[in-house]
């Protein structure tokens, strides 16, 4: 075979070797873009998984830390105090204590929806209240709560407090979920010896209904509840997980016996909640995909091969300059052109491409240094602003509390302004927070300035608290009110002002409003302002500059700020951002 190779001509070995490497490459992309489909097509399963159940916990999370509060607001309420410290259970100041219990029961059933019943249990008698949206009839409450509080388990590890799910209570196979809630003396220092009586709370609880619906079993795929020790909890049946020791922190995934488990703390609850999915389920929507991933790899190898041959015949000498004169350019030199001149008029075009390409590389190479150096700059200004902010506003803290021990009212609340506007600037190292923690920063910026400037500022917040989980870049709105003060307030007659927070959402964008009635600008100035907002410009200001900058660099060169003339006088500044919340 290598003999007869060697008696080939060029253009023969050529084609030869390249219709070989064209197969070879093909099936080495096939063989990895399959492996790579199928990695990515299972990770995007685990990951959606993942988050499903992150969302979850999350939300499961909430709702039981809801209904602690409802719990404990009842627990420590006057009203349940004194019932349960009641060694009566009938009579006439049995009727007014249970009657004031009932009015606040029938409250907590008016802000709870999903609330089915309360009981308030006395611990020192055989009274009890009953409130709920059925009769004790239908909700068996009498014969029912010995055995369900037997079956309950704790809600967390070493706790009192019990919760149960089931459908003990309720007929027709509704499954609720009951928490029990130990009543303690709030004025005994011992909780142990204080337990007065107990509270008794059921829910219609979506989420664990739907967890332990046959709907969200089916296929081999399942969801369910376990406690720190593994075991199922909330089932038909008793059953522990194999797999607990692989379960470590409060969240990931592994495999195990051709299933993928994916697993969530609950938050500080003692429970885990848990997804197995067996593991043909995450490929079953995707053999499709890979057979035409197959055939599309094919069929384009096919006709490369094909074009090549038709190509080399005809463009092997034209070819052979531009690949020559492509490595000079993958040795470094960049300034490698063609000469067109010197070129059949058939292969004149792309040599005038190449040197086209070439011309652009060096201008895109030269646009990138001079945006990383802009990028740099801003980088560096912005570090060198926040030179250790934990000393400064540590500093300041003790400042105040001196202030206050010397009864210095003044001093210290201009200087824990300060210190908070410092510790707002560092925000734990977040670049973009909430719009509600920028109007804290700015707020207390303005105690500062007003203190300093004998309160000539005025602000006006006309931002919707709908809007105050907006996502903003730190440090945007202090940079243009301080402008709106030292440019338009300061400078102009009586050297008083107002400065307007305004809103309006338009699409899927907002613009955030700032003006001032300050002495405002000439057009000619404005204009300037808006044309080069995007540059870096000394006499536009630092402080301007980098806002626009790291609002582009953060959401892209669409967003950023702007400026216009108000009427009769003053600026407004719009910041123009995606609307996320």
């Keep these: 075979m290598k003999t007869q190779i060697n008696t080939w001509n060029l253009k023969k070995k050529i084609i030869f070797f390249q219709t070989l490497m064209i197969a070879v490459t093909s099936m080495i992309i096939l063989v990895v873009s399959m492996t790579s489909a199928v990695y990515y097509m299972r990770e995007q399963a685990k990951e959606m998984a993942r988050g499903n159940l992150e969302t979850l916990a999350s939300n499961y999370n909430d709702t039981l830390l809801q209904y602690q509060k409802l719990a404990m607001a009842l627990v420590i309420s006057k009203s349940a105090q004194d019932y349960c410290k009641s060694s009566e259970s009938s009579g006439s100041q049995y009727e007014a204590l249970a009657e004031k219990l009932y009015d606040d029961m029938q409250n907590m059933l008016n802000m709870q929806g999903n609330m089915n019943f309360a009981v308030v249990m006395q611990g020192k ?98 969801n369910f509840l376990t406690d720190e020790a593994g075991n199922v909890i909330f089932q038909d049946k008793n059953e522990q997980v194999s797999y ?50 197959l055939l599309v790899i094919v069929g384009m190898m096919l006709f490369s091969i094909f074009t090549l041959r038709k190509m080399i015949m005809t463009f092997y000498q034209p070819m052979d300059r531009v690949l020559l004169a492509m490595d000079d350019v993958a040795e470094g030199r960049l300034e490698k052109r063609l000469d067109e001149d ?25 646009q990138v240094k001079q945006e990383q150096h802009q990028l740099e700059q801003t980088r560096f200004n912005a570090l060198y602003s926040q030179i250790k902010p ?23 609340v ?27 920063h700015i707020n207390a910026y303005l105690i500062i300035q007003n203190m300093r400037y004998d309160n000539i500022i005025e602000l006006e917040n006309r931002i919707p608290e709908t809007y105050f989980n907006l996502k903003i870049p730190k440090m945007t709105l202090q940079p243009l009110i301080e402008n709106a003060i030292y440019h338009g307030i300061r400078v102009k007659e009586g050297k008083k002002g107002k400065i307007i927070l305004g809103i309006e959402e338009i699409e899927s964008a907002v613009n955030i409003l700032v003006s001032d009635d300050g002495a405002g600008m000439e057009e000619a100035k404005l204009q300037e302002m808006n044309l080069g907002i995007s540059e870096y410009n000394e006499k536009l200001g630092y402080g301007v500059g980098n806002v626009n900058k790291r609002i582009e660099l953060m959401f892209g060169s669409q967003y950023g700020i702007s400026f216009a003339q108000n009427e009769p006088e003053g600026i407004t500044v719009k910041i123009h951002l995606p609307a996320e919340r």
């Design 125 to 222: 008698a055989d009274g009890y209240v009953y409130k709920g949206n059925s009769s004790l009839l239908d909700t068996r409450f009498i014969s029912e709560y010995q055995k369900d509080y037997a079956g309950s388990i704790p809600m967390k590890k070493d706790s009192s407090i019990r919760m149960s799910f089931g459908e003990g209570y309720f007929k027709r196979s509704i499954h609720t979920l009951t928490i029990y809630h130990p009543i303690y003396s709030t004025s005994t220092s011992s909780v142990s010896n204080g337990e007065i009586g107990m509270l008794i709370l059921n829910f219609k609880d979506n989420m664990l209904d739907q967890l332990y619906s046959k709907e969200n079993q089916s296929g081999g795929q399942r």
């Design 342 to 366: 010197s070129i059949d008029a058939d292969s004149r075009k792309l040599a005038a491409c190449f040197n086209t390409m070439m011309d652009k590389i060096h201008m895109l190479l030269e």
């Design 390 to 412: 934990h000393f400064l506003y540590n500093t300041l803290d003790c400042i105040h509390w001196q202030a206050v021990t010397d009864g210095n009212r003044e001093i210290s």
């Design 244 to 293: 607990r020791e692989k379960m470590n922190g409060t969240t990931g995934s592994f495999q195990k016996s051709g299933k993928l488990i994916n697993y969530q703390k609950i938050g500080s609850w003692g429970y885990y909640l848990v997804d197995e999915i067996p593991a043909k389920e995450l490929y079953t929507g995707s053999f499709g995909i890979l057979l035409i991933l």
């Design 414 to 440: 201009m200087v824990k302004a300060v210190a908070q506007y410092y510790r707002l600037c560092l925000s734990k190292g977040k670049e973009i927070i909430p719009l509600s923690q920028e109007l804290e």
